[in-house]
């Protein structure tokens, strides 16, 4: 297993502030941006170490392609669609295209916020926590 650096740390908190924002397959990090919630010593440390982090991004899973703009010290990244889903999300799309409907990724994210917002979901685990109260010797 490959032992973490402080570039990697740092590349894969990139990444994820992309994932997180994003509302699509892609997102462009604007390093500027993204260094105003550092601290000065970790900024000094990303500006010195700028292309192993740029590198790190690059090789990170999630992350099928990136562009880097020097010049306006972006990350174009474009991301896996499977990174970009929970279980929930990548049970209904497999669901989906088992039924022969092809979701795009918004649809997918759409149906997983209403199920994950709805009674029926609430009450299955409400239902589930019980049933498992009565073997596990807890009560409810």
């Known amino acids: 297993m490959e032992k973490l650096s402080i570039s990697k740390l740092i590349a894969n908190d ?6 997180d924002k994003t509302s699509s397959f892609n997102y462009i990090v604007s390093l500027n941006d993204f260094l105003d919630d550092y601290d000065d010593d970790t900024r000094n ?17 999630n992350v099928a392609q990136l562009d ?6 972006e990350f174009d990244m474009v991301f896996y669609f499977d990174g970009l889903m ?18 795009e ?8 916020y209403d199920i994950e917002n709805s009674d029926e979901y609430e009450s299955l685990i ?10 596990m010797g807890r009560e409810i």
């Open 14 to 19: 990139i990444v994820n502030y992309g994932m």
């Open 45 to 61: 440390y990303i500006k010195s170490h700028i292309k192993e982090i740029i590198d790190d991004v690059h090789s990170n899973e």
């Open 68 to 73: 880097y703009d020097e010049e306006r010290q």
């Open 86 to 103: 929970s279980k929930l999300d990548k049970k209904i799309y497999e669901l989906g295209q088992s039924n022969g409907v092809d979701y």
């Open 105 to 112: 990724i918004e649809e997918v994210w759409q149906i997983s």
């Open 126 to 135: 409400q239902n589930h926590l019980k049933e498992n109260a009565k073997y």
